[in-house]
C-alpha cells in the first residue's frame, strides 16, 4: 500500500468494501451444512478485487481455505505471508512443482502426468506432496475421468506408500448448479459418492472432500460434505439470477465501480459521438466524458447500453466505449445543468443507492458478472474500504491493488 495517491484525485476507482466481503463470508457459512468448511476462492486476483486484501479479510471471518487457478497465485499468497490451506488446481506440464511443495500447497491431480510430475519433484524436494485427486463427474473440462480413476487411485496409494505424497483431498466440480434442478448435477453427486467410495475402498483418507462451488453452497446442502468452495459469492454477486439474488442470500456486492467526469459541453441537435456516430444527439443537449474504457475493462460489447449513475440519474452510455473513454447524454434540465468536471459517475456498485450492478452491466454486454468485474483492469486502482465504519485502508499507487 501507499500514501502517495490522493484517492479523490482519481480518474476512476475501483473501491473494494472488505467489511461486505466478511460480511459475505460469515452469511456463506450460515448457510453450510454441518462439519463443513469454507474454501475463498481468490483466483484471478480475487475476481479483479485484489487477492491479498481479500484472502485475509476472508479469513478473518472465518474461511479456512483458500483456492486459486494457477499455481503462481498460490505462491504469491505463500510470499505475502499467508499460512492458511491452498488448494491450487491448474497445473501444465513444467510448472513450479517444486515450489509448490516448498512452500505447503496442496496441488490438484487430475491424470497421470502430473502425478509423475509432482512425485519426481518430491523426490527432488526431499518432501511430501500434498495432493488432491480431481474427478471428472460431468463437467468435461479439468478432470480425471471415471474410467481412468483406478489407475489414477491406485498410483496415488502407491506414491503415498512410498512417501512421495500425501492424498488430502478428493474432489470435483459441477457444471449446472447454477440451474435448478438441471439433472447433470444430482448425476454429477451420484458419481462423486462412487468415486470417493472406490479411492477411501483403496486406502485414500483425505482430509476433505468437495464438489460445492457457489451456487450449491447456497442451494444443495446435500453437495457440501467437508468443505465448499465460494468464489462469486464470496464478492456478493449471485451465481445466476434464477437460483435469486445477492440480496436474498444475503450477500453485498463487495466492488463499486466509480469515474470522475472529465468533460462537461454542450453540442447541437444530430451531433455525432464517438466512433462510428453510432449514436447522434435527437436534440441539443449536455454531453458528458467518462474516463474509462474498454482498456479499464468496461466491455465494448455494452456500446449504446451500459447504464451509469451521473447527476442524481442512471443515464445509458451515448454510442460506442473507446479504448479509454466513453460518453453519456446528460440530456437538459436542472439535474444535467448540475453535473460539471469532478463529478461521480458510478458505474456499478451494490445498488441500494439507485446505481446500476455489475449484473446490469452484464445484462448490457450479453455476458454474466463473473466477467464484469473480473476483466476491471490493472490501470484502475483499488481503494480498500471497510463497510462497517467507512475508512479507506488504501490504494495501489501504481494503479494495482494492495496485495496485487
Known sequence: MTGTVHTSALRGRAEIDLGALRGNVRALRARLAPGAGLMAVVKSDAYGHGALPCARAALDAGALWLGTATPHEALALRDAGIRAPILCWLWTPGDPWREGIEAGLDMSVSAMWALREVTRAAREAGRTARIQLKADTGLGRNGCQPADWPELVAAARAAEVAGTVRVTGLWSHFACADEPGHPSTAAQLDVFHELVAYAEKAGIEPEVRHIANSPAALTLPESHFDLVRTGIALYGISPSSELGS???????????????????????EGHGVSYGHRYRTPAETT????????????????????????GGEVRRVAGRIAMDQFVVDLGTGPDADAVREGAPAVLFGPGDRGEPTAADWAEAADTIAYEIVTRIGPRVPRVYVDGADGQEEGVGGDGRGAGR
Not at 450477500?251 to 465501480?257: C, D, Q
Not at 466509480?258 to 453540442?267: G, P, Q, Y
Not at 474509462?292 to 456500446?303: E, I
Request: charged share 15%; proline share 11%; aromatic share 4%.
Open 287 to 310: 454531453l458528458g466524458l467518462i474516463p474509462l474504457g474498454y482498456a479499464d475493462g468496461v466491455p465494448r460489447h455494452a456500446s449504446g447500453k451500459g447504464p451509469v449513475l451521473v
Open 246 to 268: 445477492s440480496a436474498e442470500f444475503g450477500l453485498r456486492p463487495v466492488m463499486t465501480l466509480t469515474a470522475s467526469v472529465a468533460l462537461v459541453k454542450r453540442v447541437p
